[in-house]
């Protein structure tokens, strides 16, 4: 045996990938380069690949292996029998003569750096063909916890060398065509860190489902990690952008509480884990505090720029000490993979009931007769292209998997086996619904949909959907600044690759309506709601944070914040929010705070309600939450628009309630927009230029309230024409009066979408920005660079 067959993690680097495979030579390059920077990993040494062969040589394995493989490709022995029977001839084998007696020197040595006699171990399979570029291996082999003693750690050897021939480990290899004599073994051994009584989870330095590649994302759980990667949990969520860490306070986009219902913790005597019930404090609260995230976070950044590519990490915290510790780092293998310039917008085209909603798996969208499967009992006979539904998933599903239309799992978040190896597949995916098993019915046909953002949807029946492959070199500059309106955070990030300029339309109100759900001034006063089961919602709602004030204004700052993440730093244009009275009232408590109205659509709404008595303690969140985005979160391009602004002295008041509550014009840059939408925004444009930064032409409000059209009346409907001539000169005698003033004037809408000649009036009339739905915008920019080529370079300036 050689020198170098058991070798301490500080003596491994990269290059010894062949020898000690892709987990050990990754954990000894992050403590050899990693280690001065503060990444810490935990003591430990790798046992080679050599030391396997010899163990197969030894104990005369390798005569009956090839037979055994033989007799499968020819179709002389199931799946199931060859497993068995290979993992027997590892099982009955014995790790014997020098190769023991090194690791049982290094077992001893490690106790005597711990300083512990019989120190803790995980024992983890380390394949030399794994955690390659283009193939993650995730979770083909084991991994055997909470292992202590030196007799138990040959023993758990043994185990994970049988685990190279476990079902699903051959099924993968078939798949990726790796030879299986040709796969060797290595077996990291790691002194085990208390998070039995602390956290783990997992850790991508991009977003896994759209690839967008300047966020961390972290999932965490209470106890050992082994739950937030099998998916037997809901893990919290947490996203950090990237280019913010050394610049903002609190670069944290997004914190969402999982259900985090189990943990995983030692079990009783010296070996072996146990799940266990969490408590009702531990389901309540965050397993990480914002400092362990953004340190997280920067370790991500760490390790991703040394190794030059996307990673996939595991971390754990001491319940003890409150120490953090990386526990392997691997490429990313999915997203890695796509082009950066194409990519593939799937569409419903059809509508129907939505049945469940989790965690959405990818892009795409699928359909086939749901299968319920409760057990790996039940995978021989799953039916090839059927949708699997099942608790959740583990590495023994693989070869069902790959037979799927898609999955649905009641648990489990987005870095949950089911979730890891649903991408590596290319198959949409729909985790932690909680409920799927019981809610759909074996046979019935179903549709996922992951392409409407990071919340994936099950579907009532088959609905039809369209796929569009795009390529990004094909679309024309433009002189005119293309934006996107954007309103979800959920789906804030499927549309990142877009060559946008910004966001011209953030609306305020659909993230309330989506995160918060509650009228902000019920979240105030819950005491004056009057409905006790809207006052227990709003209780659930805001557990966790010191008040509904609290939860009101950091949930709308992250949802903002997560809205221009994508986009940084390009101007991201919010808009204050624009409920009408009816809308508010249909938000949790609303009822209790809002008056009937004959015409909602002309009555309290925008500017009005700002600095009025009745909602002004509103309105101050919504500030607190954009002070927050632009200082703490560190968003400074994001600006604020004004909607539904009547008057010059309205203006004045808004602008001044904005002050007093840390929002004040060209403060520390901020920049203030308002929706010209109003007749008398057009008329006294000159006046309302002095007071903004810019304009967006909002030309849904502005053409009926020009027209005098109720743009909802079925009756009116021919009526209501963007191009109309009485709105065409109105926008353009903004533009040149916006333009006089120094200031520059966008329009968001689908108009510029829908009519060719309505973008062309657009770009003739000198417009600086056009802002559009991102799914209209391929389309759009074709006409607009059109209408530049036709206006033959007679475009007014931005």
Not at 13 to 38: F, R
Not at 385 to 412: C, K, Q
Request: hydrophobic letters at 45%; a negative charge; aromatic letters at 6%.
């Amino acid at each position: 045996m050689s020198a170098s067959a058991v070798t301490w993690f500080e003596h491994l680097g990269l290059a010894d990938l062949p020898t000690v495979g892709g987990k050990n030579a990754s954990l000894g390059e992050m403590v050899q380069a990693l280690a001065a920077s503060g990444v810490r990993v935990p003591d430990g040494f790798a046992i080679s690949a050599e030391v396997y062969r010899e163990f197969v040589n030894a104990n005369g394995i390798r005569p009956a292996l090839e037979q055994a493989l033989a007799a499968f490709r020819a179709g002389e022995a199931s799946l199931r029998a060859t497993g068995e029977r290979l993992r027997a001839l590892f099982l009955g084998g014995d790790v014997s003569g020098p190769a023991a007696d090194r690791i049982r020197a290094c077992y001893r040595e490690l106790a005597r750096r711990a300083g512990e006699p019989d120190p803790r171990v995980a024992v983890r399979s380390s394949a030399t063909a794994e955690d390659l570029p283009d193939a993650s291996f995730a979770g083909q082999q084991e991994t055997y916890l909470n292992v202590q003693g030196d007799d138990e750690l040959l023993a758990a050897c043994r185990r994970c060398y049988a685990s190279l021939f476990t079902d699903r480990a051959i099924t993968y290899r078939e798949l990726k065509g790796f030879d299986h004599l040709q796969v060797g073994l290595s077996i990291g051994v790691q002194r085990m860190v208390g998070a039995d009584e602390g956290g783990s989870g997992v850790m991508f330095s991009l977003d896994t489902e759209s690839g967008f590649p300047h966020v961390v994302v972290i999932s965490a759980a209470w106890g050992l990690g082994e739950t937030v990667v099998q998916g037997a949990v809901d893990p919290d969520k947490y996203l950090v952008h990237k280019h913010l860490l050394d610049v903002a306070p609190c670069p944290i986009v997004e914190k969402t509480r999982g259900a985090k219902l189990r943990k995983m913790v030692l079990g009783p005597g010296a070996s072996g884990t146990r799940l266990v019930d969490t408590t009702a404090e531990e389901r309540g609260r965050l397993v990480l505090d914002d400092e362990d995230v953004l340190h997280l976070a920067r370790w991500a950044v760490l390790v991703e720029n040394h190794y030059g590519r996307p990673m996939d990490m595991e971390w754990a915290k001491e319940g003890r000490t409150g120490e953090l510790f990386m526990l392997q780092a691997r490429p990313e293998t999915v997203q890695a993979r796509r082009a950066a310039n194409r990519f593939t917008v799937h569409r419903l085209t059809g509508t129907g009931e939505v049945l469940l909603t989790g965690a959405a798996i990818g892009d795409g969208i699928s359909a086939g007769d749901a299968r319920i499967v409760r057990s790996a009992a039940d995978l021989d006979a799953f039916p090839t292209g059927s949708v699997l539904v099942a608790e959740m998933t583990d590495p023994d599903w693989v070869p069902a998997m790959r037979r799927a239309a898609g999955i649905v799992t009641d648990h489990g978040g987005s870095t949950s086996h089911a979730a890891i190896v649903s991408r590596e597949l290319g198959l949409p995916a729909v985790v932690g619904t909680g409920t799927a098993t019981d809610r759909l019915v074996d046979g019935q046909p179903i549709t996922l949909s992951c392409a409407e953002g990071d919340q994936g949807r099950v579907y009532d029946r088959v609905l039809p959907f369209t796929t569009e492959d795009v390529d990004l070199g094909e679309l024309p500059e433009t002189r005119t600044a293309l934006m996107v309106n954007v309103a979800s955070p959920a789906a804030a990030f499927q549309w990142w690759r877009l060559p946008a300029d910004g966001v011209g339309l953030a609306r305020m109100e659909f993230i309330i309506t989506s995160l918060i759900q509650a009228h902000p001034l019920a979240l105030l006063h819950p005491e004056r709601v009057t409905d006790a089961g809207e006052r227990a919602r709003i209780a659930d709602l805001t557990a966790g944070f010191a008040d509904g004030a609290e939860f009101f204004v950091q949930t709308l700052a992250r949802g903002i914040a997560k809205l221009a993440t994508p986009y940084h730093p390009h101007r991201v244009i919010v808009r204050l929010s624009d409920f009408k009275s009816n809308e508010y009232a249909h938000l949790l408590g609303g009822v209790a705070f809002e008056e009937p109205e004959e015409n909602p659509m002309l009555g309290f709404r925008g500017a009005s309600r700002y600095y009025h008595p009745r909602y002004r303690e509103g309105f101050a969140l919504e500030c607190r939450a954009l002070a927050l985005v632009r200082t703490h979160l560190g968003f400074a391009n994001v600006a604020v628009m004004v909607p539904f602004c009547r008057t010059v002295a309205e203006a004045d008041r808004v602008l001044a309630e904005m002050a007093a509550n840390g929002l004040r014009r060209g403060e520390d840059g901020l920049q203030v927009w308002m929706m010209c939408e109003v007749p008398s925004n057009a008329v006294l444009a000159e006046q309302f230029a002095t007071r903004f930064d810019g304009f967006s032409i909002g030309s849904n409000d502005l053409t009926q309230l020009l027209l005098g059209i109720d743009r909802d009346s079925d009756v009116l409907r021919p009526l209501f024409d963007e191009r109309d001539e009485a709105v065409t000169r109105t926008i353009a005698q903004v533009i040149r009066t916006a333009h006089d003033a120094g200031i520059p004037v966008g329009i968001c809408g689908q108009a510029p979408s829908d009519h060719p000649e309505f973008a062309a009036f657009l770009v003739r009339a000198g417009i600086d920005s056009i802002s559009l739905n991102p799914d209209s915008f391929l389309r759009t920019a074709r006409l607009v660079a059109d209408a530049e080529q036709q206006a033959g370079g007679r475009v007014a300036p931005a």
